[in-house]
């Protein structure tokens, strides 16, 4: 075997499997060779041994996770697999030359996404020394960027698209105008509502739903408030050798992609990597362990989905490629989106703003539509409206208070009035979350589908929808304010 070719698979094997207790004889298997034959070579080429290798990479990961996360350090110590925090603090010490608290609180150095391996990009401290990986003349069919972010249904973030923004711009090193907050409410999706009256529509939440004319716009609003040129590729209008090689041309610049669709349904995912020439893809996805959508996916040691068959799904929809930075939308267009948003009356067939709480008020208080001798399949596509509805409202409404609480903190001539707003913004997600506790959505069992189907249920929600909508309906002529304030 060709020995750069050799060090490059150990290189990816690490990587890939950095966050477990990696031992000899998994790298052995690995590459088919025993260590014994191996030893020497890579610690020649690496200038270290192994094991003080996996240690090294263990510690740049760390420390890219210490940058772009709030996780504690006793946590990170456990996520990449130190038996004890002491071990981890040597560790960390013999690398850096300092201890983790002391490197939090007082060193901050350069952390970056580079090439380590042929395929395989990683975080790299630049202060620490980086292997001098051959790559001239050496081809290859598949390439992963090791390190991006993983994003899930956690810490209250439910819409999917700000999500992979924010991380895969993370991953890019972008420090400015990338938080979630930021992006839930400078896209405007923080504001959004629809409703298709009568009609019980899954697709109520759809971002593009919102602005039909245009269904990129909320998208397109997100990456110009975030400094960042997009270049969205839709499937309806494209070739698969042209999806394709979008997604090669950006992972081998070492940009992640996002897409929409590839597992599950049409909504946001991340890809991180590609295999054979990109036929197969890896990635994020909220849905990767779904088993309604994971059928054909199978997990990668790293965590990353591998979609084989993603582009014959057919809620599979476009890709956006991150380009170059370029400078994010000024403050006063950002509150006139969200402005625009906010007082929309109708896309299509959609309800939208105010106009999308009647709408949803009035559904939810037919009888005939929650008759105990209804299918249960129709029950439960009306329970998961309504619960992306309280989503929409909750999660969103509380996303988009925090975004005018920060608007607050950093802009004192309109700060009285962006937390006027935010607290309004708060007190409508609030009757939101009251719904979900009414008819008890979190329990994982068909009790709740019932308790929704009894009539002082839907009544007590339509009260509690009234109640959000005139919270909402207050903060706008706050923020009508707050764009006279800005001209």
Not at 22 to 50: C, H, N, Q, T, W
Not at 368 to 388: E, G, K, M, V
Request: aromatic fraction near 12%; proline fraction near 3%; charge should be negative.
């Amino acid at each position: 075997m060709d020995n750069t070719i050799l060090i490059n698979a150990i290189i990816r094997f690490v990587e890939s499997h950095i966050k477990e207790n990696i031992e000899y004889k998994d790298i052995e298997k690995a590459v088919g060779l025993s260590y014994r034959y191996f030893r020497e070579e890579f610690r020649s080429y690496a200038e270290m041994p192994l094991k003080q290798y996996i240690n090294f990479r263990k510690i740049a990961n760390i420390i890219f996770e210490m940058e772009t996360t709030d996780k504690t350090l006793l946590t990170l110590a456990n996520d990449y697999g130190f038996d004890a925090y002491d071990t981890f603090t040597r560790s960390f010490n013999r690398i850096m030359s300092t201890t983790p608290n002391l490197y939090r609180k007082e060193k901050r150095y350069s952390v970056e996404r580079k090439l380590i391996g042929i395929g395989t990009y990683a975080p790299v401290v630049t202060d620490t020394q980086i292997l001098d990986i051959q790559t001239a003349n050496l081809q290859d069919d598949d390439l992963i960027l090791y390190g991006v972010p993983k994003i899930e249904f956690s810490n209250g973030k439910c819409t999917p698209f700000p999500a992979c923004m924010e991380s895969a711009l993370t991953y890019m090193g972008q420090r400015e105008n990338c938080s979630y907050t930021w992006l839930m409410g400078a896209s405007g999706a923080a504001f959004r509502f629809c409703w298709n009256g009568g009609e019980w529509d899954m697709g109520n939440c759809n971002l593009m739903n919102i602005t039909l004319q245009n269904p990129w716009t909320l998208y397109e609003h997100a990456f110009n408030a975030a400094g960042r040129k997009c270049n969205i590729v839709e499937k309806s209008k494209s070739t698969k050798e042209n999806f394709v090689s979008c997604i090669v041309n950006s992972i081998d610049r070492g940009n992640p992609v996002i897409a929409l669709g590839i597992v599950g349904p049409p909504e946001a995912c991340i890809i991180t990597g590609y295999e054979e020439q990109g036929e197969h893809l890896f990635g994020w996805s909220y849905f990767q362990e779904n088993p309604e959508f994971s059928s054909n996916v199978k997990i990668d040691k790293s965590g990353y989905f591998i979609s084989l068959d993603w582009y014959d799904n057919p809620s599979t929809m476009a890709i956006i490629t991150l380009g170059e930075e370029t400078t994010p939308t000024a403050l006063y267009e950002i509150l006139q989106n969200i402005y625009s948003v906010l007082t929309m009356q109708s896309s299509g067939v959609y309800h939208a703003g105010q106009s999308a709480y009647k709408s949803w008020a009035t559904d939810i208080s037919e009888d005939r539509a929650f008759r105990d001798n209804s299918i249960t399949p129709i029950l439960l596509s009306r329970f998961f409206c309504q619960a992306d509805a309280e989503t929409m409202i909750g999660e969103g409404r509380y996303w988009g208070a925090q975004f005018f609480k920060q608007l607050g903190e950093k802009h004192s001539h309109i700060s009285e009035l962006c937390f006027e707003a935010a607290d309004l913004f708060s007190a409508t997600a609030g009757y939101a979350q009251q719904m979900t506790i009414i008819r008890q959505g979190d329990k994982p069992t068909e009790e709740p589908i019932e308790i929704l189907c009894r009539q002082d249920t839907r009544r007590e929600i339509s009260d509690l929808i009234y109640k959000a909508q005139a919270q909402e309906r207050k903060a706008i002529p706050i923020v009508e304010r707050i764009l006279q304030h800005l001209r």
